[in-house]
């Protein structure tokens, strides 16, 4: 993302600390005085939010980086496909080789949608888990969602 536009990004961490803000999104360089101030909301208004909301979103941007990995898998393999083909210069083997590339296209789409569809599920059930008692929830993104 251009920091020239959006002077923020997710902190790349394994374990983030969802109820921090800063802790979850980091400036990109220093800001300036009006871009703090956003800054500064934006920390309140996750302040603001409960678990379950804070959750919601940090999923939202883990499933954005799985789709974009897949996207980048596909890419690859379309370019390693082409620069292979256009290597070939026996006409027989040329044709073998496009059916061959085509069924095993076909699997890596079929994966990459089924690593897809896995992770939404596997997220979607951890997003429906019960949180402990005492853990205020508001339910804001099950209401937005229809699931409450």
């Avoid at 690593?115 to 429906?128: D, E, L, N, V």
Wanted: glycine residues 4%; neutral net charge.
């Amino acid at each position: 993302m251009n920091s020239d536009i959006v002077p923020f990004q997710f902190k790349k961490t394994n374990s983030p600390d969802l109820n921090r803000f800063e802790e979850l999104v980091v400036p990109t360089r220093a800001l300036t005085g009006r871009e703090a101030v956003i800054y500064d909301k934006m920390k309140d208004d996750w302040a603001r939010l409960d678990a379950v909301e804070r959750t919601a979103i940090y999923m939202n941007y883990m499933l954005c980086n799985v789709n974009s990995a897949l996207r980048v898998m596909i890419l690859d393999g379309l370019e390693d496909h082409y620069a292979k083909l256009d290597s070939i210069t026996d006409a027989r083997i040329r044709p073998a080789f496009e059916l061959a590339s085509q069924a095993l296209g076909q699997m890596t789409v079929e994966f990459a949608w089924q690593t897809h569809a896995m992770t939404t599920q596997k997220m979607g059930s951890i997003f429906r888990e019960p949180y402990p008692e005492g853990v205020p929830r508001k339910n804001f993104w099950r209401r937005l969602l229809g699931t409450e």
